[in-house]
């Protein structure tokens, strides 16, 4: 009983608190199609190469980085449903954040506070998709660079080993490369401010006075050779040189910048996404005040990493993740100027901590439950999917093709494949961008959006009640409406 310290105390409820901010019912629209691949793979014992879920894409090749991470999140479904999906992504958040915690420098009072912060903003990115894969692995890379670079302890060796596996579950592995990249480029820029005979007065960017902290020549052209290493290590996968080229083309597909959310800039006036600005002014703010010589590694990695969340929300979670330590080394710095820092703290009661633990736990019980409940999970489909006009689509078999909602591709691929192949979801790497713009000029009822649906032999729609292109069918002779709820629409030719 008496082990049970302050510091364990806090320790213990910090994790347990993230665990419970972690555990939120599995209903994502694109989780389903990763479901329903997982599913495909299993039940053909083959990897898809080719298309083979749309009608307008049948046969394209199709890089699915994803596979293995599919396969775990069909497995963990098939085995305990979408409670076991949320469980599944709250213990991979919080594998994350011990990575992170353990990058951390000052008292538990400290690292707590940044975690939580940390934690509020990565939470828009957290969902039952292979994206998480990304999450843990980032950490994973930050985590074997801090020990390089800050302990001098060298486990370079699992860096190929993470980088086959990410490779083979999420398309995110240039998040791995950037963080190492940008302790190759720090440690160049920390040299080169002592070269320059940078101080204190001349910039707030220097080389600590610990010699330590600077990786040598030979130290530096190791990491440089593991990364090389690594970059052919991707290579280890079903698709080969495939997985390389898929970011870039990925990047080059204009209309995800356009159009979808998570690839589009923060939106700040929403406020879940607000604390990704609060972690980073802080950080700014407690680097000004610490008096601690800010390492051009760290500035580099919030720099590169803040740069990349302005461009795509998508990013909100890396950016925590990178931030909270290096935030957590000038709190610490700042912490031990005050009249407290240099303060012990006590033991506490040791049967007063375990009572406060006890109470924490059943609170947080309380708050993982709720999420994981029939009727909870019930209600979130009901808000955002087409679970009715679903329902009426299977009892009506309206003939050939669907054009359907991108949004609600992946939860029709679910429930419909293989009789109703999708027109759309959110495989964005299957479809080019020429084919996403003609799909958008569609649901806003551009051009020629009558050809196209002729063109695509397309029998029945599937779009958001209230929408543009449900206003233009109301009026278009020749489609008649079938279905109707507050979600979606039907209509069906003729």
Same mark, same amino acid.
């Given at each position: 009983?008496?082990?049970?310290?302050?510091?364990?105390?806090?320790?213990?409820?910090?994790?347990?608190?993230?665990?419970?901010?972690?555990?939120?019912?599995?209903?994502?629209?694109?989780?389903?199609?990763?479901?329903?691949?997982?599913?495909y793979?299993?039940?053909?014992r083959s990897?898809?190469?080719?298309?083979?879920?749309?009608?307008?894409?049948?046969g394209?090749?199709?890089?699915?980085?994803?596979?293995?991470?599919?396969?775990?999140?069909?497995?963990?479904?098939?085995?305990?449903?979408?409670?076991g999906?949320?469980?599944?992504?709250?213990?991979?958040?919080?594998?994350?954040?011990?990575?992170?915690?353990?990058?951390?420098?000052?008292?538990?009072?400290?690292?707590?506070?940044?975690?939580?912060?940390?934690?509020?903003?990565?939470?828009?990115?957290?969902?039952?998709?292979?994206?998480?894969?990304?999450?843990?692995?980032?950490?994973?890379?930050?985590?074997?660079?801090?020990?390089?670079?800050?302990?001098?302890?060298?486990?370079?060796?699992?860096?190929?080993?993470?980088?086959?596996?990410?490779?083979?579950?999420?398309?995110?592995?240039?998040?791995?490369?950037?963080?190492?990249?940008?302790?190759?480029?720090?440690?160049?820029?920390?040299?080169?401010?002592?070269?320059?005979?940078?101080?204190?007065?001349?910039?707030?960017?220097?080389?600590?006075?610990?010699?330590?902290?600077l990786?040598?020549?030979?130290?530096?052209?190791?990491?440089?050779?593991?990364?090389?290493?690594?970059?052919?290590a991707?290579?280890?996968?079903?698709?080969?040189?495939?997985?390389?080229?898929l970011?870039?083309?990925?990047?080059?597909?204009?209309?995800?910048?356009?159009?979808?959310q998570?690839?589009?800039?923060?939106?700040?006036?929403?406020?879940?996404?607000?604390?990704?600005?609060?972690?980073?002014?802080?950080?700014?703010?407690v680097?000004?005040?610490?008096?601690?010589? &800010?390492?051009?590694?760290?500035? /580099? +990695?919030? %720099?590169?990493?803040?740069?990349?969340?302005? #461009?795509? *929300? !998508? $990013?909100? @979670?890396?950016?925590?993740?990178?931030?909270a330590?290096?935030?957590?080394?000038?709190?610490?710095?700042?912490?031990?100027?005050?009249?407290?820092?240099?303060?012990?703290?006590?033991?506490?009661?040791?049967?007063?901590?375990?009572?406060?633990?006890?109470?924490?736990?059943?609170?947080?019980?309380?708050?993982?439950?709720?999420?994981?409940?029939?009727?909870?999970?019930?209600?979130?489909?009901?808000?955002?999917?087409?679970?009715?006009?679903?329902?009426?689509?299977?009892?009506?078999?309206?003939?050939?093709?669907?054009?359907?909602?991108?949004?609600?591709?992946?939860?029709?691929?679910?429930?419909?494949?293989?009789?109703?192949?999708?027109?759309?979801?959110?495989?964005?790497?299957?479809?080019?961008?020429?084919? &996403?713009?003609?799909?958008?000029? /569609? +649901?806003? %009822?551009?051009?020629?959006?009558?050809?196209? #649906?002729? *063109? !695509? $032999?397309? @029998?029945?729609?599937?779009?958001?009640?209230?929408?543009?292109?449900?206003?233009?069918?109301?009026?278009?002779?020749?489609?008649?409406?079938?279905?109707?709820?507050?979600?979606?629409?039907?209509?069906?030719?003729?």
């Amino acid at each position: 009983m008496s082990r049970l310290t302050l510091i364990r105390l806090v320790t213990l409820i910090t994790f347990i608190a993230l665990f419970a901010m972690a555990v939120r019912t599995a209903v994502d629209t694109d989780m389903y199609w990763h479901l329903r691949t997982g599913q495909y793979i299993l039940e053909t014992r083959s990897v898809p190469m080719v298309e083979p879920f749309s009608s307008t894409a049948p046969g394209t090749p199709w890089v699915d980085v994803h596979w293995l991470s599919q396969v775990i999140l069909y497995v963990t479904y098939a085995l305990a449903s979408y409670a076991g999906l949320s469980l599944l992504v709250a213990a991979l958040v919080v594998v994350a954040f011990v990575f992170v915690w353990k990058q951390m420098s000052g008292g538990v009072f400290v690292r707590a506070f940044i975690i939580v912060l940390a934690a509020a903003t990565s939470g828009a990115v957290w969902t039952a998709r292979s994206q998480m894969a990304t999450f843990v692995f980032t950490a994973a890379v930050g985590y074997l660079l801090y020990l390089y670079k800050w302990k001098q302890v060298d486990r370079l060796w699992a860096l190929p080993v993470i980088f086959v596996i990410w490779a083979n579950m999420h398309g995110g592995y240039i998040a791995g490369f950037m963080l190492i990249g940008a302790l190759l480029a720090g440690e160049i820029l920390n040299r080169v401010l002592i070269w320059l005979g940078a101080t204190s007065a001349a910039s707030n960017v220097q080389l600590p006075r610990e010699a330590s902290n600077l990786l040598d020549w030979p130290r530096w052209r190791k990491l440089l050779i593991i990364t090389v290493i690594s970059v052919f290590a991707l290579l280890i996968n079903p698709f080969t040189i495939g997985t390389w080229l898929l970011p870039l083309k990925t990047v080059n597909i204009g209309v995800l910048q356009d159009f979808i959310q998570e690839w589009q800039s923060p939106n700040f006036h929403e406020l879940f996404q607000q604390p990704m600005i609060w972690l980073l002014l802080l950080t700014l703010v407690v680097i000004g005040w610490s008096g601690r010589k &800010l390492d051009a590694t760290d500035a /580099v +990695t919030v %720099a590169l990493f803040a740069y990349i969340t302005f #461009l795509a *929300r !998508r $990013n909100i @979670g890396l950016f925590a993740l990178v931030c909270a330590p290096v935030l957590s080394r000038h709190a610490d710095a700042l912490w031990q100027q005050t009249r407290w820092g240099a303060r012990r703290l006590s033991r506490g009661s040791p049967i007063l901590n375990w009572v406060l633990l006890g109470v924490i736990a059943f609170a947080a019980a309380i708050k993982i439950a709720l999420p994981l409940l029939p009727s909870t999970l019930a209600k979130a489909e009901q808000d955002i999917l087409p679970l009715r006009a679903v329902d009426w689509i299977e009892q009506n078999r309206p003939a050939r093709e669907m054009f359907n909602s991108y949004n609600w591709g992946g939860y029709l691929l679910w429930r419909l494949w293989p009789q109703y192949p999708v027109y759309a979801d959110g495989r964005t790497d299957v479809y080019d961008d020429k084919f &996403l713009r003609e799909y958008m000029s /569609v +649901t806003l %009822a551009q051009d020629d959006w009558q050809a196209v #649906l002729d *063109r !695509r $032999n397309v @029998g029945f729609i599937v779009i958001e009640a209230g929408g543009v292109l449900d206003t233009f069918l109301q009026r278009e002779v020749g489609w008649r409406e079938t279905y109707r709820d507050k979600l979606a629409v039907i209509y069906v030719r003729g």
